[in-house]
């Protein structure tokens, strides 16, 4: 399995025009996108609705299958990820997800917590803590990996877990 995710991109099309045309079995935004619902370039990607989001239309989570792995996606805001994983990781084992995708924090990052692999993109336009804007490509197949690179599409951040 293969998937592309960004958050936070705050209306920045350019940046989500990018992302999304990079190759990938699924392509997902965590939220924040400030985008109508029904704007053509969101149109490939499974999307949630973020804090910043006015489009009701925008569902609160979405659960995708991909390649065999339950896909959980949220922004984040509605679980106080800021503070504590743990909302969402209580969510996660109720839905039974493999992967949970979320945002908000404008900070990258991953975790592996009871075979749930957790995924922050970061933000592709107004990242907090580190200086430069993120997005990830998640790879599962006998290895977990988890690459986060810039606007410039080069690492900057990988994380690998070899499966037992």
């Known amino acids: ?26 392509t997902f935004h965590c939220g924040d996108s400030e985008l109508s619902f029904d704007d053509s370039i969101l149109q490939t990607m499974h999307r949630v609705r973020g804090n910043c989001d006015r489009d009701a239309r925008f569902p609160a989570s979405v659960v995708v299958e991909v390649e065999g792995k339950t896909v959980l996606v949220v922004h984040g805001h509605e679980h106080d990820v800021k503070h504590s994983l ?4 209580y969510y996660a084992k109720e839905l039974g997800a493999d992967v949970v995708l979320f945002g ?13 692999l957790f995924v922050n ?34 690492t900057v951040d990988f994380m690998e877990i070899k499966k037992v």
């Not at 743990?86 to 990781?89: D, K, N, Q």
């Not at 336009?125 to 490509?137: D, E, S």
Request: charged residues 25%.
């Open 121 to 154: 993109p970061g933000s592709t336009m107004q990242p907090r803590g580190r200086k430069v804007a993120t997005y990830a490509i998640v790879e599962w197949d006998e290895t977990v990996r988890v690459t986060f690179k810039n606007m410039s599409f080069e």
């Open 1 to 26: 399995m293969k998937i592309v995710v960004m958050s936070d991109s705050h209306g920045d099309k350019e940046t989500v025009k990018a992302v999304s045309a990079l190759s990938a079995d699924a």
């Open 104 to 116: 908000h924090s404008h900070l990258y990052g991953a975790e592996m917590k009871d075979g749930i």
């Open 86 to 89: 743990m909302r969402l990781y």
